[in-house]
């Protein structure tokens, strides 16, 4: 269980910060008795009511800010607060690829990323040539940190094609 002294976000749950970097701490600990090991990290910070979080960064906001200013079309509140709860979570992601680098775990990891759904809000992607149906598929990414292939010299390559196979697929 997680401190309840942390930030809380939406529906009164502890922050993407907060999450991403106890979880970047367990699994540096836990990588001591040399097992492998697997961590599922949920991020619930991208959900209605796009609650702001406690601890957003002022320079966050203000990126967001500055994206739905010169958004392609008006939107409502809402896709003000979710643009913004969009940039925390990317904020949030740099912050744990680097915890993961400052803790000498990111040459042992893959870390997968997973959404369960996306958005197809004209808001957020214009009127383009992309369906709704293209706009929502968000099936998964790979993120091979360059410490990781740094290990396998000999294999790196062939990662790196296994991974493009996979996106082609």
Not at 35 to 41: C, G, I, T
Not at 76 to 93: F, G, I, K, M, V
Not at 127 to 149: C, R, S
Request: proline share 5%; aromatic share 8%.
């Amino acid at each position: 269980s997680l401190s309840s002294t942390l930030p809380h976000g939406v529906w009164g749950a502890v922050t993407d910060f907060a999450v991403f970097d106890e979880a970047a701490r367990r699994v540096a600990a836990g990588l001591h008795d040399g097992a492998p090991q697997m961590a599922f990290v949920m991020s619930l910070s991208n959900h209605s009511p796009f609650t702001l979080p406690d601890d957003l960064p002022a320079d966050v906001r203000a990126r967001a800010s500055a994206a739905v200013a010169h958004a392609c079309c008006a939107g409502e509140s809402e896709d003000a607060l979710r643009a913004t709860t969009y940039a925390y979570t990317d904020a949030a992601l740099a912050r744990f690829f680097a915890t993961l680098d400052e803790l000498h775990v990111s040459d042992r990891a893959v870390v997968v990323l997973a959404a369960d759904h996306s958005t197809g809000h004209n808001y957020l992607w214009g009127d383009g040539d992309a369906t709704d149906d293209a706009k929502a598929q968000i099936p998964f990414l790979v993120v091979v940190p360059p410490a990781f292939l740094a290990r396998l010299p000999d294999r790196g390559a062939a990662v790196i094609a296994a991974l493009t196979r996979a996106q082609a697929l």
